[in-house]
């Protein structure tokens, strides 16, 4: 290895972290199983039964490590204005010397492991190549699952000093002092007192959306926090669609969708191209392609079965990680709430405690306990997942979680409209982050904690992309969390979203007319179709289409609120202003 900028850095890493030995992830089989057996000498990793999961391993982070921490993420630019009024921010020099201080000696008496890894096709113009130097092992054996990890990202960076920089230690996982930084200026991420996933997977969350964000910013392309799909109908045409939806609000679920047995006689499939990042550029054709810079998913566990996301369950049957979940002593396989409906007697909970589920009060799993699955395992995986030029996208839909106000579906009235109710978008909070579940929150393009600069020049950045697609994708607006009376969920979700992204693909092709309301163009209720759906009639969806005014009118003056907070700084469009203006005017 001869990049001298590489070299260097990893040097500079070393003097300060202080490491007895340092390791380069070569990407073999041989260094992997190496790392699997120490971790299982220290219990880093619990080996699960090589028959029911082979090459599969149980993690248990610290208790009070589990979720990302929004609070103690920064985006450290040096001037504030570019980090916005939705992220917190301190100077660089002061987060520097803070981290360094942190830093120094953090990796005494262990080793520091260098992974070089690419985000995206390795070969292709448009992967991005990255190095993570860690003191985990469970870093190393997930980004291996995650990323193209090895010597040759290396080979393929070559002489070349442009790289994303991404430092991790676990120190003592103390919550005090845990950070995850980013320096977007110089392509840099700092992460420290934590093991779990999204904060310490660098390449994720970190690189592929907050350092991303900025990088497609400048050069012109869109990092979005999106699942990517192809439905292929019975003329065997795939037509593709990405979609946002804050974390734990069912991109997974979608992304691998089982079609309703109706679809499924008719000949639709579905492909999974992503789960969870959408790296979006112009083609020569004019059109929006997507491509999944991951390769591997990190998915929320409880809820997961048979019959919600067989399809998860079929990546997770080997080679897989499970974190938090829990371990059936009676066979040593894995078990989380909702997987069916016989917990293990004779298990361990997420916290390493004995655990019955016969009688145990509390869950076995943590509620953001997750799976680390390669992308090739899934039943449904899209041989576009590994095509350089990725999948044209036909529809950009946004989604959250609500009991009330947002219908079924909606589309908006083109490109600009779109991009309000992308930024107009909320949700509740899940336990995919740290802090209180449940809160509805305004979370633009399912991006408030993923976008890496100011969320109003990202706006225009979005306003922008719109002028330069010659066949943009239609903008749509989902909402499979309604709630009924008695707090049941109305629409039956998972494999049955299909009929609502029937709807969506008619629209984008022009196969089907709509309805316009004073949200948007919605379906004629006889056009989602319910055949063969038990328990939902035509009322029950002119009920999901419904719009309540007075709520709306409540939600606006949330917006208003929301968008205030940009007034600081100056940054909210103008164009912004005029569509939630002419909304308001709309609802009269
Ligand atoms: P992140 O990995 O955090 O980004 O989450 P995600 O957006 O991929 O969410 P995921 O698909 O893992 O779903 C999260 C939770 O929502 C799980 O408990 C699912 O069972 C539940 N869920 C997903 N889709 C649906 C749906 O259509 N209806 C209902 N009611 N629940 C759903
Ligand atoms: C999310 O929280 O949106 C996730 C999991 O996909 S994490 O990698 O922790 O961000
Ligand atoms: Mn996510």
Redesign the pocket.
């Known amino acids: 290895m001869a990049n001298k900028a590489v070299l260097e850095w990893v040097d500079r890493q070393a003097d300060l972290l202080k490491p007895a030995e340092i390791v380069w992830i070569d990407g073999s089989e041989e260094q992997y199983e190496a790392l699997r057996k120490q971790a299982l000498s220290t219990g880093e990793l619990i080996a699960l039964n090589p028959e029911k999961l082979p090459g599969s391993y149980l993690h248990r982070s610290a208790l009070n490590d589990v979720a990302r921490v929004e609070d103690r993420t920064y985006i450290c630019t040096p001037d504030r204005k570019d980090a916005g009024p939705t992220n917190n921010w301190l100077d660089p020099d002061e987060m520097k010397a803070k981290m360094d201080a942190l830093y120094d000696g953090a990796m005494t008496g262990v080793t520091m492991y260098v992974i070089p890894y690419a985000m995206g096709l390795p070969d292709s113009p448009f992967a991005k190549i990255g190095i993570e130097v860690t003191d985990s092992i469970y870093v190393v054996l997930s980004m291996h699952i995650m990323t193209r990890v090895g010597s040759r990202i290396l080979d393929i960076l070559g002489d070349n000093p442009d790289f994303i920089k991404g430092v991790h230690a676990k120190k003592d996982l103390s919550a005090e002092d845990r950070y995850i930084v980013h320096f977007p200026q110089d392509n840099t991420i700092e992460s420290v007192n934590s093991g779990y996933g999204g904060n310490v997977l660098l390449g994720k969350k970190c690189f592929a959306l907050r350092i991303a964000s900025c990088l497609g910013r400048d050069e012109g392309w869109m990092a979005e926090?999106m699942?990517i799909l192809g439905i292929e109908n019975p003329q065997g045409e795939v037509r593709y669609l990405a979609a946002a939806?804050?974390?734990?609000?069912?991109?997974?679920?979608?992304a691998m969708l089982v079609p309703p047995e109706v679809y499924k006689k008719k000949g639709y499939k579905v492909w999974c191209v992503g789960?969870?990042i959408a790296w979006l550029r112009i083609g020569d054709d004019g059109r929006l392609w997507a491509v999944n810079p991951e390769y591997g998913f990190?998915?929320?566990a409880?809820?997961?079965n048979a019959r919600?996301n067989p399809n998860a369950l079929g990546s997770t049957s080997k080679n897989s990680i499970f974190t938090n979940v829990v371990l059936n002593l009676d066979d040593d396989t894995v078990w989380w709430e909702?997987l069916d409906k016989n917990p293990p007697e004779n298990a361990i909970d997420w916290k390493g405690n004995p655990w019955d589920g016969k009688t145990a009060g509390e869950a076995g799993a943590h509620p953001n306990s997750r799976f680390t699955a390669p992308a090739l395992n899934c039943p449904c995986i899209s041989p576009e997942l590994e095509n350089p030029r990725g999948v044209p996208i036909s529809a950009l839909i946004f989604g959250g979680r609500r009991a009330k106000t947002a219908p079924l579906v909606y589309q908006s009235f083109d490109w600009n409209h779109g991009v309000f109710v992308g930024s107009i978008m909320a949700s509740e909070t899940?336990a995919?982050q740290a802090g209180a579940v449940g809160v509805v929150r305004r979370d633009p393009m399912a991006m408030l904690p993923f976008c890496g600069y100011n969320m109003g020049d990202y706006f225009q950045h979005w306003l922008n992309m719109g002028t330069k697609i010659k066949n943009p994708p239609k903008i749509f607006n989902v909402n499979?969390?309604r709630l009924d009376d008695e707090g049941q969920?109305i629409?039956p979700?998972?494999g049955d979203?299909l009929r609502v992204l029937d709807w969506i693909m008619a629209r984008c092709f022009d196969e089907i007319g709509a309805d316009t309301t004073a949200v948007g163009f919605m379906p004629k209720p006889e056009n989602v179709n319910i055949e063969g759906l038990e328990g939902v009639s035509l009322d029950t969806v002119k009920g999901l289409l419904s719009i309540d005014k007075a709520l709306w009118k409540e939600d606006i003056a949330d917006i208003k609120n929301f968008y205030a907070k940009f007034d600081e700084f100056g940054t909210l469009p103008e164009e912004l202003r005029a569509q939630l203006a002419a909304f308001e005017q709309r609802l009269g």
Request: hydrophobic share 40%; charged share 10%.
């Open positions: 926090h699942l939806f804050p974390s734990a609000c069912g991109k997974t679920n979608l789960d969870d990190f998915g929320v409880p809820g997961t919600s909702g899940t995919a499979w969390f969920f629409w979700g998972f979203n």
